[in-house]
């Protein structure tokens, strides 16, 4: 087996930051080169119902030893930050928390507040463009597997599967105040009940948890109708800055074509698709996947 090198070009630490959203504390760390001393930022936030531990610290290593400062952060509910119930996916809220991520970041010292570009992967590589629809001066916005179009969802799903996760949420917004939350596993094996169930999912998922998280596989189940409503795709014509889209060809939790439709809609995009699956950006398509976000940056950003 071959052993794929990369050159590092910056030294880097990293410092715990904490910041305010919806009144409630949040927290990231930002990754920040030696070297320059005004480096580019960019902003991360993680899928669906994950931790900021979960597969992105690659992904801000690799960054910073090129050059960028990279601010990988918990939305409210979970890791680090406050919010109650946990694990709730609430989309609304995660997107506030990603518009004070983002001006977190812009505060930080050694960073260059001109040029934020915004990452994101499956349902945050949404999040990005609705944020870069409405915030100034972003330089660029990498999105990932992004899961830009609840429809597209919700025709994939099974109508039992569908039904099922309809009616636990109504289950769980019926229930909460009185018993506390009603929960669905986030992933599962083909056939169980759970939001995410397609092959090796579970598996893949499961593989990026930290040993010491306290994460459990559950989630509210009263975001999930607000996770199929989710339609990013509708705000990519307000989005001016460069963006990056990756896609895999293997992907069989976020359909393609959305994102085959966003780039023939975005303004200015590099659309790149390879032979991976939704997971193996953190696994064995890692390489090709950082090696095209950093061929981006180095072209739009830096």
């Known amino acids: 087996m071959s052993t794929v090198r990369h050159t590092s070009?910056?030294?880097?630490?990293?410092?715990?930051?904490?910041?305010?959203?919806?009144?409630?504390?949040?927290?990231?760390?930002?990754?920040?080169?030696?070297?320059?001393?005004?480096?580019?930022?960019?902003?991360?936030?993680?899928?669906?119902?994950?931790?900021?531990?979960?597969?992105?610290?690659?992904?801000?290593?690799?960054?910073?030893?090129?050059?960028?400062?990279?601010?990988?952060?918990?939305?409210?509910?979970f890791g680090d930050s406050e919010g109650d119930p946990r694990q709730l996916v609430a989309i609304d809220r995660q997107v506030e928390d990603y518009r004070a991520a983002m001006a977190a970041a812009r505060d930080a010292d050694g960073v260059d507040s001109s040029r934020v570009v915004l990452w994101g992967v499956s349902l945050s590589g949404g999040h990005v463009f609705r944020v870069a629809a409405e915030?100034?001066?972003?330089?660029?916005?990498?999105?990932?597997?992004p899961m830009l179009d609840g429809r597209s969802l919700i025709r994939s799903m099974p109508k039992r599967t569908l039904a099922n996760l309809f009616l636990a949420g109504v289950r769980d917004s019926a229930q909460s105040l009185l018993f506390?939350?009603?929960?669905?596993?986030?992933?599962?094996?083909?056939?169980?009940?759970?939001?995410?169930?397609?092959?090796?999912?579970?598996?893949?998922?499961?593989?990026?948890?930290?040993?010491?998280?306290?994460?459990?596989?559950?989630?509210?189940?009263?975001?999930?109708?607000?996770?199929?409503?989710?339609?990013p795709v509708t705000d990519l014509d307000e989005v001016m800055a460069p963006a990056f889209l990756l896609a895999g060809t293997r992907d069989e939790v976020v359909p393609m074509a959305p994102v085959e439709r966003a780039a023939d809609e975005l303004a200015d995009v590099t659309f790149v698709t390879l032979p991976a699956d939704h997971f193996d950006v953190f696994g064995r398509a890692f390489e090709a996947a950082v090696g095209h976000q950093l061929a981006f940056l180095d072209t739009h950003v830096r």
């Open 9 to 77: 070009r910056f030294e880097f630490s990293t410092v715990r930051m904490r910041f305010e959203s919806g009144g409630q504390r949040c927290v990231g760390t930002l990754y920040r080169p030696d070297r320059p001393d005004d480096a580019p930022v960019v902003v991360m936030g993680n899928g669906f119902a994950a931790e900021r531990t979960f597969g992105l610290p690659r992904f801000a290593e690799r960054f910073a030893e090129h050059g960028y400062a990279a601010f990988v952060f918990d939305y409210r509910h």
């Open 135 to 145: 915030a100034t001066g972003v330089a660029g916005v990498v999105a990932q597997m």
């Open 180 to 231: 506390g939350p009603y929960e669905v596993p986030v992933v599962g094996d083909s056939g169980e009940r759970a939001v995410l169930t397609a092959p090796g999912v579970k598996a893949a998922y499961l593989d990026l948890v930290p040993e010491d998280s306290a994460w459990r596989n559950a989630t509210p189940a009263r975001g999930l109708p607000g996770v199929l409503r989710h339609r």
